[in-house]
Structures are given as structure tokens and as C-alpha cells.
């Protein structure tokens, strides 16, 4: 069994910085994607960032070069760097990974149990 653990949320003000936390664990063959999605209250869950296996990166529009995806292969972990926080990027934020459980099987999504990250005025 596969789980994702999320860390790193919490409350800070307008301009602060906070970094989240990713670490798949389980019987992992191999991870393709990881990233952070979010979504505030009575909004649509949208991307924050992707990264590939071999580090290429997709943000969304938002972001506009405050936040910072990076991922750890050896530790199966993915992270974001959140700088400049503003209070509009208030939300529950969510880990995802593509993992193949085997050589031979299809890779599928896996999802965090989502971060509150909190940006108060």
C-alpha cells in the first residue's frame, strides 16, 4: 500500500515563506510525476506544481516565480517552497504522485490527505 505524507503547513502572514512536504512510502516501483495541488474553499482544486522524474518543472499561473518545486528521488519526496505569500494562496494543499507498483503494471495517481497552509493579513 502506497501513502503520501504531506508536512509543513500552517499559519503565516502576508509575505512570510513556508516550505511543504512530500514522502511516498510502500511497496514503490517507480514514481514519475509529483507535485502540489490545492484548493481553497468553494473553489475547484487547481495546480500549484509539477515535477518530473528527471526534474523538469510546470507551475501554475499564479505562482509567478514565488514558489519552488524540488524533489528528492532517492527519498521519494517531493517539496515546495512557498515565498511571498499572499492571503489569496490560503488553502488546503495536496501531494500527488504517478507511481507504478511494478514493472508491468499501469502507473496511477496517488494523493495526499492535504496540508492547511493559512496566509492571515
Known amino acids: 500500500q502506497v501513502q503520501l505524507v504531506e508536512s509543513g503547513g500552517g499559519l503565516v502572514q502576508a509575505g512570510e515563506s513556508l516550505r511543504l512536504s512530500c514522502a511516498a512510502s510502500g511497496r514503490i516501483f517507480s514514481i514519475s510525476t509529483m507535485g502540489w495541488y490545492r484548493q481553497a474553499p468553494g473553489k475547484q482544486r487547481e495546480l500549484v506544481a509539477v515535477?518530473?522524474?528527471?526534474?523538469?518543472?510546470n507551475y501554475g499561473d499564479f505562482v509567478k516565480g514565488r514558489f519552488t518545486i524540488s524533489r528528492d528521488n532517492a527519498k521519494n519526496t517531493v517539496y515546495l517552497q512557498m515565498n511571498n505569500l499572499k492571503l489569496e494562496d490560503t488553502a488546503v494543499y495536496y501531494c500527488n504522485a504517478n507511481i507504478r507498483l511494478a514493472p508491468l503494471r499501469p502507473p496511477q495517481d496517488y494523493w495526499g490527505q492535504g496540508t492547511q497552509v493559512t496566509v492571515s493579513s
Open positions: 515535477v518530473s522524474s528527471g526534474g523538469t518543472t
